[in-house]
């Protein structure tokens, strides 16, 4: 049984929601650095 919401997921990266990037507000983009934009966390 799965639903649609991932509240609780242990590998994605919270800091970027899983992207590995952050939208900056300015325009661009920037890399996350708690995952390396890899959008998963150790
Ligand atoms: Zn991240």
Request: charged residues 15%.
């Amino acid at each position: 049984m799965k639903t649609s919401s991932a509240q609780h997921s242990d590998s994605s990266c919270t800091f970027c929601s899983g992207k590995g990037y952050f939208q900056l507000l300015l325009g661009g983009s920037e890399t996350c650095s708690n995952c390396q934009g890899t959008g998963k966390v150790r």
